[in-house]
């Protein structure tokens, strides 16, 4: 239905390395959203794509929005120790709920 | 970052007890929304309003309740607090219009005793 799924449900990496995670969902995405949320804190929104094959770019943040506005991921180049937390995707539903991913936690090791 | 306001932040209370989180926003936003999520786990919709004197149940069964009676306020009670309440309980608001951007609040961490 309306539910998107997000892979990997975690991910270590070393400090250094590069970092994706996906969102995948069975229906056309009016929208995406990605939040972040540190250790102990609340989630943050970093960003919303609505055009379909959207790049956008926050320093080493790449958020990409399938062609098909059925997907989307989240690139991280370079992770640093303070890219350490959940990633969260989430779908608008045109002005009412919006429905989040179950989150993608990142480790990384210094 | 946004202006919603959660108290208290944290609250240990024993079994039976009745407890009110209060959640309020200066945006005047007309959407809020409580969540409930685990460390870290997925967060569970629980309770939403799209503005006074309008509140819906989310996904997740809740024991809780909530009200809408003034725009910027939207407390969440619990009348007889269980060990299996204890989470993080998180605040959200956005704007009323085609953006679904939400605004978290700080939580309010509950552990019932």
């Known amino acids: 239905g309306q539910q998107v799924m997000q892979i990997p449900q975690y991910q270590h990496v070393q400090e250094g390395e590069d970092f994706t995670t996906y969102c995948n969902s069975s229906?056309?995405?009016?929208?995406i959203q990605w939040y972040k949320q540190r250790p102990g804190g609340h989630p943050v929104f970093l960003i919303q794509l609505v055009k379909s094959g959207e790049v956008k770019k926050q320093k080493r943040l790449t958020f990409q929005f399938g062609e098909a506005k059925k997907n989307s991921s989240l690139h991280i180049t370079a992770t640093q120790t303070t890219d350490v937390g959940t990633y969260f995707c989430?779908?608008?539903?045109?002005?009412?709920?919006?429905?989040f991913g179950a989150g993608t936690r990142l480790f990384v090791k210094a | 970052e946004a202006d919603i306001y959660q108290t208290p932040r944290y609250l240990v209370i024993g079994t039976g007890k009745k407890i009110t989180l209060e959640c309020s926003q200066t945006?005047?936003?007309?959407?809020m929304y409580w969540y409930q999520q685990d460390p870290g786990m997925e967060l569970h919709l629980i309770h939403y309003s799209y503005g006074v004197n309008s509140t819906e149940k989310g996904d997740l069964s809740s024991e809780s309740t909530v009200s809408r009676i003034r725009t910027e306020h939207f407390p969440l009670t619990l009348e007889s607090a269980r060990p299996s309440h204890t989470s993080q309980y998180l605040c959200a608001s956005s704007e009323s219009s085609s953006t679904d951007t939400q605004y978290f609040g700080p939580g309010t961490r509950l552990t019932v005793l």
């Open positions: 229906t056309t995405l009016s929208n």
């Open positions: 989430a779908r608008g539903t045109g002005g009412f709920k919006t429905i």
């Open positions: 945006m005047g936003h007309d959407k």
